[in-house]
């Protein structure tokens, strides 16, 4: 289960246990990722993955962020892509953020989206999509408006996406939001008469409202300029409205 010490193990076990309402647990497939966070802190977090992958269908994750000091912190759901599955996750110390993100490397299956990497970070706490690429490392956009093709968590706190952009808070919420923005998301006009799953009306509504954002496309444009590689590339994305169709 990595490399910790038994002790830490053993917590981590019963803490599983607990979660899923169980005394014991087997999970045949687990990893174990030491991330900072953005206050400078280190923190563990656990993936629970599909043993299996079922085509067509989601890699789904359960992520659990824990503190130096085995509290829960958070946890969340997500896809890891539709049609794909993950051959290894990765911990990278340095990156544009200035400190450690974790890496999952992904590969297609029959008819699956060409990713080729995804980068997630801790925000307060909280995992974070920062980026996609595509086997050649360039950066692509996650689609929104087919929740089963949504990479990642979406983010939650909505109405904070503009200040992320806007103000200087932290280089990973801008990321987050940056990419939300520079994503494909469905029209309301286009949700209209849908019958598949499909985007939300709030989702919609937030990304018209941070394209409607004077300040929120001013600083955009000005971001298209960075220094730091991932904010330009997310920056560009989000310049213009992608829509799903």
């Known amino acids: 289960m990595s490399d910790l010490s038994e002790e830490h193990e053993a917590t981590l076990r019963l803490l599983l246990g607990r979660l899923n309402g169980e005394e014991t647990l087997f999970l045949p497939k687990m990893r174990i990722c030491r991330v900072a966070d953005s206050f400078g802190g280190t ?18 994750v359960d992520a659990h962020v824990f503190g130096t000091n085995w509290e829960l912190l ?6 890891a892509g539709w049609r794909m599955d993950i051959s290894d996750v ?3 110390d340095e990156s544009p953020l200035g400190r450690s993100v974790m890496c999952f490397k992904t590969a297609p299956f029959i008819n699956g989206r060409g990713v080729g990497r995804e980068y997630y970070a801790l925000c307060s706490g ?12 360039v950066a692509i956009e996650n689609v929104y408006g087919a929740p089963n093709h949504t990479i990642g968590p979406v983010p939650v706190e909505l109405d904070e996406l503009a200040d992320a952009i ?22 309301l006009d286009g949700l209209a008469g849908r019958d598949v799953l499909s985007e939300t009306k709030d989702l919609i509504a937030c990304v018209d409202e941070l ?11 000005a971001l298209a300029e960075s220094d730091n590689v991932w904010v330009r590339d997310a920056a560009r994305l989000a310049q213009s409205r992608r829509v799903y169709d």
């Open 43 to 60: 923190f563990f977090v656990l993936l629970e993955e599909p043993r299996y992958v079922v085509i067509p269908g989601s890699y789904n």
């Open 74 to 79: 958070s946890q969340v759901g997500f896809s």
């Open 90 to 92: 990765e911990v990278l």
């Open 126 to 137: 909280r995992l974070v999509l920062v980026r996609l690429e595509d086997a050649k490392g």
């Open 166 to 187: 806007t103000k200087d808070v932290d280089v990973g919420l801008l990321l987050e939001a940056l990419v939300f923005m520079g994503g494909q998301h469905l029209t």
């Open 211 to 221: 394209f409607a954002d004077s300040a929120v496309r001013d600083r955009v444009a």
